[in-house]
């Protein structure tokens, strides 16, 4: 079972708030990643990193922000929270290799919502 | 960028029937993985497929990797209440260093009493 944590796991905020949702893990795994997925739809990848100060733009642009200071740490921000924002937020980390590097595995996700 | 075509889009099954799904893409991928999704939860993986031609199974499920490595299928046998889920394929592309994956749409699995 993967060790990965997400808090808070329900987080309902008003607009203009900054929040920041927490993501760490217990694997040792140096790739980190955080995607955006709206209910029953597939997900789309925000964010990534390689390791520690690492950090790159997904696939799915976002105005979120991310920081990769630990290894085991991926917090990820957004400095204004609107209504658009609302969707769950899940983070995943797999570690190096070949063929084992791109097995990732999730954390339960954070429900975010924006009034 | 690269899709993956998962069909069935949904499924009503009753209890005890056996299941089959299945991704597609026009891409070649190095690794095919199956997750499973509860309401409301991160997608937990359930089969990871390395090699084409490669089937491996964990318990009722079993997964092949295509040996085009352009698709995979998972089947579920005797399906039982916990199976109700959406069932993620997810790929990765042959760019060493590039572990990000590609998803399907999703596969809802719903058991009709």
């Known amino acids: 079972e993967a060790d990965i944590y997400q808090t808070p796991r329900y987080l309902v905020i008003g607009t203009g708030k900054k929040i920041t949702l927490e993501c760490s893990q217990t694997?040792?795994?140096?790739?980190m990643y955080w995607y955006q997925q709206d209910p029953g739809m597939e997900l789309h990848l925000i964010h990534y990193?390689?390791?520690?100060?690492?950090?790159e733009k997904g696939d799915l642009s976002s105005e979120s922000t991310v920081s990769r200071i630990r290894t085991e740490h991926f917090p990820l921000t957004l400095e204004s929270a609107r209504p658009s924002h609302t969707s769950q937020y899940l983070c995943a980390s797999s570690e190096w290799g070949y063929r084992s590097g791109g097995t990732q595995y999730f954390g339960p996700g954070t429900r975010l919502l924006v009034l | 960028g690269q899709q993956l075509n998962q069909s069935p889009q949904s499924m009503f099954i009753q209890e005890g029937e056996d299941v089959s799904m299945n991704c597609t893409s026009s891409?070649?991928?190095?690794?095919w993985l199956w997750y499973k999704q509860d309401p409301g939860e991160g997608p937990v993986l359930l089969i990871a497929?390395?090699?084409?031609?490669e089937l491996t199974s964990n318990g009722r499920l079993t997964a092949q990797f295509g040996i085009t490595r352009k698709d995979s299928f998972l089947n579920i046998s005797a399906s039982i209440p916990s199976d109700v889920g959406i069932y993620f394929c997810?790929?990765?592309?042959?760019?060493?260093?590039?572990?990000?994956?590609?998803f399907g749409t999703g596969t809802r699995l719903t058991i009709i009493p």
């Open positions: 997810a790929g990765q592309l042959p760019n060493f260093g590039n572990e990000k994956l590609t």
């Open positions: 497929l390395y090699k084409a031609g």
């Open positions: 891409s070649i991928f190095n690794t």
């Open positions: 694997m040792g795994h140096d790739k």
């Open positions: 990193s390689y390791g520690v100060n690492s950090t």
